[in-house]
């Protein structure tokens, strides 16, 4: 079966830096995306990976192997907006997005 | 970005009632979907609204207790069929715009249905 693991729940401090994994197995691959959700409100679009390496986007940098079925998000200079829910989801090979279940990241000051 | 507009944002309902959601979008999308999120759960597709044509869709969803309608490309509406308390949840609403399929996904802000 297809299956997204990331972690429940991440605890970090204000200007600290966090990285929260995701591993996949999924019939085929046609890219991994990383939307954040914050609470009450819908998902938004941070970052798509189809290649390995590392992609930035500002304070937030998005990793990818493929060879290992995994990903993670790198934040930086944590600020207490970023308190949220950050949800991988991997598109298979029939170009359906199988979604994970989403990480809570407290940000503590 | 594009803007997506879902309404209502939330309802209470009676158990056993209809509701229907509206999904507008500020430009025309290639595809339109339709996803529930559970309390603390990950998003779960329902189905993707055909642009006049049947909706398909997934697994465990079927078009009796989720009709969905796409009269055009920029509106769409899912239907919550005789409610029960196990269909509280948020309805998201989401298109994704450009030629390939591998474009990134934009949401509506969800309806949140109770159901008593």
């Known amino acids: 079966g297809q299956n997204i693991d990331q972690p429940t729940e991440m605890t970090a401090t204000e200007g600290a830096i966090v990285q929260i994994n995701c591993t996949y197995q999924t019939s085929g691959f046609n890219g991994l995306f990383w939307y954040q959700q914050h609470a009450g409100e819908a998902p938004t679009f941070l970052s798509y990976n189809v290649l390995d390496g590392l992609e930035e986007k500002g304070r937030f940098s998005s990793f990818l192997s493929r060879s290992k079925g995994y990903s993670y998000l790198l934040l930086k200079e944590l600020q207490m907006k970023d308190s949220a829910s950050y949800l991988c989801a991997v598109m298979d090979s029939n170009y359906q997005l199988i979604w994970g279940a989403g990480t809570k990241l407290i940000i503590k000051p | 970005s594009a803007v997506i507009s879902q309404k209502p944002s939330r309802d209470i309902c009676q158990r056993g009632t209809s509701l229907t959601i509206q999904c507008q979008v500020d430009?025309?999308?290639?595809?339109m979907f339709w996803y529930r999120q559970q309390p603390g759960q990950s998003l779960t597709l329902i189905a993707t609204?055909?642009?006049?044509?049947?909706?398909t869709y997934e697994s465990g969803f079927v078009i009796d207790k989720f009709p969905i309608s796409r009269p055009n490309l920029t509106f769409s509406t899912l239907t919550v069929s005789n409610m029960s308390p196990e269909d509280s949840s948020i309805y998201l609403c989401?298109?994704?715009w450009g030629q390939g399929d591998t474009g990134e996904l934009f949401f509506g802000e969800g309806s949140r249905l109770t159901v008593l």
């Open positions: 609204a055909n642009q006049g044509s049947e909706a």
């Open positions: 430009s025309q999308v290639t595809m």
């Open positions: 989401s298109g994704r």
